[in-house]
């Protein structure tokens, strides 16, 4: 309680002298509408890939989509498979696709040793897109596939960054220590009404993060990581689901939801039978081409996660955000 009011502190002093993007023109390195580009950060030896919608108009606060990689993996590939540029998924957001430092994120076993600032690097690149675009703070959120779906829930888990995403998505998530990631620090985040909206995918044939974790690799089940997030959300600690649902038979889908704290689904689960370490589509993409059939059995799935993401996505945002001077 105290500790999140410290921070709360610090992210109003931080933010009130920052200026907002709305009312001016698009900055000269950024893409124009409808298109997308990889970018520098300013001050910082860090890059990034955003696409800005079509739609896009410099007096009309636009939502924020970030999605992160996999380890070894860059944001332009991050982008064809997500299809968070997409305007059928998403027709008026901004989508960014943040580049790792050196091929793998905080997360990574093997980051322990570069301690990428990748915390910081969203934080800056936030406070970034705020001052140069027309953001809506209150709609600003995260997702990101394997390594990139862990690095997702360690910002979740700090009070400082995490605190500016209203909701969460992880596909095919390699879930090393449930968020509490060495050097990283415990898994805090600050308190607020909100709760934490997480939403999370996986097959139940990956090899590579398996579902029902792996004691060598140090990978966490994934039924541990729901109920870690519905236990930060005010439901009891192992506490059942509420509802496991058939969304479809062959191969069979389920789709799992916590209530906690009078939030209806508050963390919700699709477990993809006879799916691999891939990112659900009904069409091909890069993960079931590259990863082929003894990964990926079916080379495509039976729904589009994406499409779910935005869905999800669509019934969260924050209250209390901070406003910044115009
Ligand atoms: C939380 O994130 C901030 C950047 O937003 C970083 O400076 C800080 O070290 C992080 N805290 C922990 C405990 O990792
Ligand atoms: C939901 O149902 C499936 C199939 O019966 C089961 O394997 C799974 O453990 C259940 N719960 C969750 C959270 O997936
Ligand atoms: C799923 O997304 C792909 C684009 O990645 C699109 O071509 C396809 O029509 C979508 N499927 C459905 C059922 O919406």
Known sequence: MHVSFIFTLTALVGIGSAKSGCGKAIPDEFPSPGSSKTLSLPNSDRSYRIHIPSTYQHDTKAPVYF?????????????????????????????????TDNGVWLSNQYAHTSHPNDLDFTDELLTHLEE???????????????????????????????????????VSGAWHETGDVPGVGACEPAKRD????????????????????DVEDEIVPIIDVLHNWAERNGCDKDQKWARNVTIHEDPLVKRAGWDCDGKTNIVEFYREGDNGH???CTHSNDDYATMGRDKCPMGHYVFNATEIIFEFYSRYQLNSQFQLEM
Do not use: M
């Not at 996999?70 to 944001?75: E, I, L, R, T, W």
């Open 278 to 280: 891939c990112w659900p």
């Open 194 to 213: 909100e709760g934490y909206p997480f939403l999370i995918f996986h097959g139940t044939v990956d090899q590579t993060a398996p579902i029902e974790g």
């Open 132 to 170: 140069s675009l027309c953001v809506d703070q209150s709609r600003i959120y995260a997702n990101g596939k394997s390594n990139g779906g862990e690095l997702t829930a360690v910002i979740a888990c700090n009070a400082t960054v995490g605190s500016r995403f209203a909701a969460f998505s992880v």
């Open 67 to 99: 999605s992160f990689c996999g380890a070894g993996k860059d944001g332009h590939e991050q982008e064809g498979l997500s299809q968070f540029s997409n305007p059928a998924f998403n027709p008026d957001g901004i989508a960014v696709y943040p580049e």
